[in-house]
């Protein structure tokens, strides 16, 4: 057992006597200067090589740095730079740190060491192939939320866990600690019902669809959604082409409370924090997995109130689910974890050998939505049609229509128009609708010789629409127009390209020459 | 098949006739600005949020973006910052950057989004548990090399094969990808010896000694360290409180040539230099494994033209290899390896159930290695008898010993002086001997009773001195003053904490305070 006193020196050779025995140092303060640089997530910090501070902390260049005003610490990676750029007691501060910190220009705050974090050891632990049971997972998300793991971290933890995938107790743990970590929604109705698509299928856009048949009909459908992860677009960069939707708590209760459902953005509430996180780094790395993808729907879905969910499974050779086998083993796994939270799921498995509909990227998908609610003749009969499939189900889940009945009642709902009544007043509800913006550039992409398309590769035709700007360029994408089957004459446009910026058109352009087969067509 | 060709616009709404058929947009170019920004190893650019050449190439905050000065382009993580502080055509660099990428105030570079990097592809195969080949793992070294991996790239791809471990086949070639991707010696004698410990062990600082005592003999011994992984100090790091570590290729060969050996820094000559890269990370992440630890110690010694080379390897409860099973296991897969270069390797199973010597940390190992070479009667006798015994071995495989005779030969070789004197002749020839810096503050660790001391955890105490500021603050570290099965008296002091900053000093007395069972003492 070893003491730690300073009654007796023993042989210290030069005793500081500045230094208690059990108490931390003085701490070190520095002012917060603002410096308005952008950093997407990353909580950046940046402070003068020669600084007091640096100095006294032993602080070197890409340091994890605690920074405390007041409460909670934050965790940045700290720059140091040299010359007169910062005074010398000054630290400045990425966006992204200025607002975690909640500071003032000036504002005195507390830097320091980040104390060694007791969950990196866990994750060193799943990184070497242990499982974690459900206090080593929640002592990691909690960590996450706070914001005191580095990217790198992240980057690991994910990997660990994709590498040796999630079992169902990890994935069970893992969920309850998600759900944990964020606030939980409670909404007045016995049954209350959500819809999901595990993705992988571009411009399958059929949730504000679902979500204006739904509500209706009477049903209570309260759907947050992601951003994209891997794809092109989500739910929430679409739907934000067309009204606001970082609803806070209130905002979203006020919408749901009055039109029965609402279409938001799920990080804008506080609902499994640690999802969009983990989300960044995963698209960030191109990856997901199972348990991540599993514990991402669930902790959603129960931290927003659920009680019935319909999960839309697209099975297709280039879709995330490859086969009907595939499909059936995610649906057990789903189920049994679904099952120890009480929650009623139904999984619809769907085609996923090509795109619904016919655009991809956020605006332009959410253009196919209004055509598919307003019945314009030239709305995309795919989207209308799965749209209407799993609003059939939603229906007979939330006891709405009876079991083979809800199909139809959801198309009379679409062609009575008070699908899209309801769906306008979501949108009034949330803030007001807009006009999908539309890209400054488009470019055809034409056959090179005549044939019948017979297979077109899902995967190749996101990475092409992410390379002309989507998602983070909402009107960026492409529109298909050609699909299965079809027969085409050489130089007819296959897709258009849409882009915002030359250099992206540029990129995605390049990578459509050298990836002709990703629309395969045979003389 | 598609093509991608201008001659029918098709549906397009609105062809941009800029937009080249099949060329690439116009580039767009910026002009280069030094900000003396330290980032450690990350390459940083920083642009206006209204910078034209952003908004042409749709270049958002933290994307990864290529800089082309002339030839090879550098990949860097662009931020943004708002207001006047750059000028709208210029690209501010982290000293990283502006040393990768070769420039001078006002030079004007190309900048682009990076294009997708073909080996991220076999990292993502990886991670899903695919095993890589030899064309994969040497994309995947070259990018890493080029500086195209952001950090969280290197994270997946060293989790993937902590989780899932390398093969041999693997181990294989990532060492040959890595030894490919540097420079590789050559040296006039027929034999070049080479040793390496295998880590895990605080304190364990016998290369100095052995270098100098095979090159007294006769041997050519050019010696390259790296830097500490997760220890409190590597070689170079000791050898740097010395003398000048960071040696070229021309002067390593002129010192080798004068005095038979050297004690450089690997990272400064071009051998093997994937390692470090990799080395930065896995210190971030706290982690080594086998394969890596086999490709990162084989690949340096063939790069540096070794022909035979002597392996410690501790073992211990809390060392890095915890059995004479696992020892065997490691043994195994490097002798396996390295037979397929051609490389000689022994290996030495050592005691690895507490710190070599009494010192841990750059300076305060150092003058315990001074210790030993100059007779020093208070020299530790732990790293003494291990230096002669490695040396010995060294000494045989040398063929300047007969088997049996080594360890007499090295003990002669220190006894006499001619290794002290040898020692000395080859820090001058690197640039000077150094006197290693001493702490500013120190504090003793004491004894709460008195009783005898059962176990030492390498581990934690290697974690204490990284806490006290080792190895970035050379003179940080500790003295340990028991060793397994002394009697200690209640007050004594355990060992004495050495810092340059209270900050430091103070977590590392808060954590032996939560840690005292790292030094058992059973009364």
Excluded at 10 to 16: K, L, M, N, S, V
Excluded at 269 to 282: M, N, R, T
Excluded at 383 to 389: P, Y
């Amino acid at each position: 057992m070893i003491g730690v006193s300073s009654d007796i020196p023993g042989d210290a050779q030069q005793f500081h006597p500045n230094i208690g025995s059990s108490e931390p140092a003085e701490p070190s303060f520095a002012r917060a200067r603002r410096l308005r640089l952008h950093t997407h997530h990353e909580l950046v910090a940046i402070m003068r090589t020669d600084s007091p501070v640096c100095h006294a902390e032993g602080l070197a260049a890409h340091t994890q740095v605690y920074i405390r005003n007041g409460s909670q610490p934050i965790a940045a990676t700290l720059y140091q730079v040299e010359g007169d750029f910062l005074a010398g007691d000054e630290i400045g501060l990425s966006e992204a740190a200025w607002v975690a910190l909640g500071v003032e220009e000036g504002t005195v705050v507390q830097v320091g060491h980040a104390p060694p974090l007791e969950s990196i050891a866990c994750v060193r632990q799943r990184i070497y192939g242990h499982r974690l049971n459900g206090a080593a997972l929640t002592s990691i998300v909690g960590d996450v939320v706070a914001g005191r793991y580095a990217d790198v971290h992240l980057a690991a933890f994910l990997t660990a866990t994709a590498t040796l995938p999630f079992d169902e107790d990890e994935t069970y743990h893992l969920t309850r600690a998600m759900v944990e970590a964020g606030d939980r929604l409670r909404w007045p109705s016995e049954i209350v019902v959500d819809k999901h698509c595990v993705g992988g299928l571009p411009g399958n856009r059929t949730s504000p669809i679902v979500v204006a048949i739904a509500a209706a009909c009477g049903l209570t459908m309260p759907k947050t959604s992601s951003r994209a992860i891997t794809s092109p677009a989500g739910t929430a960069d679409t739907m934000e082409t067309l009204t606001r939707v970082d609803l806070d708590l209130g905002a979203m209760q006020r919408v749901v409370a009055v039109e029965g459902g609402c279409l938001a953005w799920g990080g804008a509430v506080c609902l499994s924090p640690a999802d969009d996180i983990f989300i960044g780094v995963e698209r960030a790395l191109d990856i997901d997995t199972e348990g991540q993808l599993i514990a991402s729907v669930l902790s959603k879905k129960i931290a927003a109130g659920a009680t019935h969910v319909v999960l839309d499974i697209p099975i297709g050779p280039t879709a995330k689910v490859r086969s009907v086998a595939a499909a059936e083993r995610l649906e057990a796994t789903l189920g049994a974890v679904a099952a120890r939270f009480g929650l009623v799921i139904r999984c619809v498995q769907t085609d996923g050998t090509q795109p619904v509909g016919r655009a991809i990227g956020p605006a332009l998908e959410a253009r196919d939505v209004l055509a598919v609610l307003t019945g314009d003749a030239d709305a995309p009969p795919g989207l209308r049609d799965r749209a209407c499939t799993l609003a059939g189900v939603v229906l007979e889940l939330g006891k709405v229509a009876e079991e083979g009945q809800g199909r139809a009642r959801a198309e009379r709902t679409l062609a009575d128009g008070s699908a899209w009544d309801r769906f306008q007043r979501i949108c009034q509800a949330q803030g007001g609708m807009r006009t999908p913006p539309t890209a400054r550039l488009t470019h055809p992409i034409l056959a090179a010789h005549s044939g019948r398309v017979t297979h077109i590769d899902n995967r190749r035709i996101a990475r092409l629409a992410k390379l002309a700007g989507a998602p983070d360029s909402p009107a960026a994408g492409m529109l298909l127009h050609v699909r299965l089957g079809d027969d085409v004459i050489a130089g007819q446009p296959l897709l258009t390209l849409h882009a915002q910026s030359q250099g992206e058109m540029a990129y995605a352009l390049t990578y459509a020459a050298a990836n002709a087969d990703m629309l395969a067509i045979v003389p």
